[in-house]
């Protein structure tokens, strides 16, 4: 079968019940193959206990999934492992299933979760469901072919019981949250800053003080992008040529950063580099213009930058306002790194810089930052192939 040129990028947050330590909602994501299985428990409750059913609920799901077994399979299962409830006298943890196949086509398998949302060509889809019983529960499936620009967005019910003072809020439901979503599709935003913004609504309904957990996972279906970023010049000074040649024959976008780096991409491509006056952020280094070049930025202190972001984005995504509008080199280098590429391959320059010698900035610690930030960009989903000179 041929592959197709699409991407899954997926992204979840969580808001624990206010005052409790665990969420007792867990998502899990287990990659098999060209297969990717998404799942987002509820566990009944909250604190521990709920955060104990919802994860063994999500592992149990993706790792039997994962192995080829059906889902009766894995409903079983869970029924015969959860621990019981000693005031319900029942084990329960509500589920929401998303398994990708060659980025071309989603099962998707829910149990008394909200019903996931679509989005296609940026307005709401409904999709077909069927129903199939297991012991006492009726769980609803779908398949579906997928199209580029599909988002997905699944979510535990805290969400939609956002509201102050434990009072529901009529003027908040499913329908009010797709009126709330569809404008922001066009702006492009990566799967993890969707689930953001949505989180910080929730968060907001509930006064900042949730009645219950609440999960926003969401999935969009996109387009390869190839990036190529060049660090640092290369250990030999007759390696320059080679390693630009390489660089500029991928196709894709081109990022340079360190100014030597960007006088060799510059003298490889007969041009100039012009250097901005000043940086929009006076803790980083400004930005340089090179006609052929999508950007250029200073070295080590705009790439720590970019870390201390990207694990930002990992964790609760608090910074993406920063990086996702300021104008500074390391929010523009965030923004092609996190929302821009799926394809990233990092040339990499083992030459010590001779203006860090007298600085904390050594060699291992230039590397260590190149090597954290590639290990961030892979957790996020990307491809990233590193390339040393």
């Known amino acids: ?18 005052g409790e330590q665990l969420c007792g909602d867990h998502v899990d994501t287990v990659e098999e193959g060209d297969t990717t299985i998404i799942v987002l428990a509820d566990g009944m409750g909250s604190g521990v206990k709920a955060s104990i059913l919802s994860t063994l609920t999500s592992k149990i ?29 029942t084990a329960f943890s509500t589920f929401t299933i998303i398994r990708i196949v060659g980025n071309e086509h ?63 809020n ?111 952020d006076p803790d980083i280094p400004p930005i340089s213009t090179i006609k052929g070049i999508d950007l250029a930025t200073e070295g080590i202190i705009t790439l720590d930058k970019v870390l201390i972001y990207a694990k930002d984005y990992l964790a609760d995504n608090k910074s993406f306002e920063q990086w996702n509008y300021k104008k500074d080199g390391a929010s523009l280098a965030a923004r092609k790194l996190f929302e821009e590429a799926t394809d990233i391959n990092m040339f990499i320059g083992r030459a010590e810089n001779p203006a860090h010698q007298d600085m904390p900035i050594n060699f291992n610690v230039k590397m260590q930052i190149i090597n954290e930030l590639a290990d961030c960009l892979e957790q996020m989903g990307k491809r990233v192939k590193k390339l040393y000179f």
């Open 106 to 168: 989603a099962d998707i398998i829910q149990y008394e979760n909200p019903n996931i949302v679509l989005l296609r060509n940026g307005v709401h889809y409904e999709f077909p469901m069927s129903t199939m019983h297991i012991g006492e529960k009726t769980i609803y499936r779908s398949s579906i072919e997928l199209a580029e620009g599909d988002v997905f967005i699944a979510m535990s019910d805290g969400v939609l019981y956002a509201s102050e003072d434990g009072v529901l």
């Open 170 to 280: 009529n003027n908040w439901s499913r329908a009010k949250l797709i009126e709330f979503v569809e404008p922001l599709v066009a702006a492009n935003f990566t799967a993890k800053v969707l689930a953001s913004i949505i989180l910080d609504e929730t968060d907001k309904l509930y006064g900042g003080k949730p009645f219950d957990d609440a999960t926003v996972c969401v999935l969009k279906i996109i387009k390869r992008e190839p990036l190529n970023i060049a660090i640092g010049p290369p250990a030999h000074k007759n390696d320059e040529r080679r390693m630009m040649s390489l660089f500029f024959a991928k196709e894709g976008q081109h990022v340079v950063c360190g100014g030597t780096t960007s006088k060799i991409a510059a003298d490889y491509l007969g041009e100039k580099v012009e250097v901005s006056a000043f940086s929009p």
């Open 61 to 89: 799901i993706s790792t039997m999934l994962a192995a080829g077994l059906g889902i009766r399979d894995a409903v079983e299962t869970i029924a015969a492992t959860l621990p019981i409830c000693a005031e319900r006298k």
């Open 1 to 18: 079968m041929k592959k197709n040129n699409l991407s899954c990028d997926i992204g979840h947050l969580s808001l624990n019940h206010y």
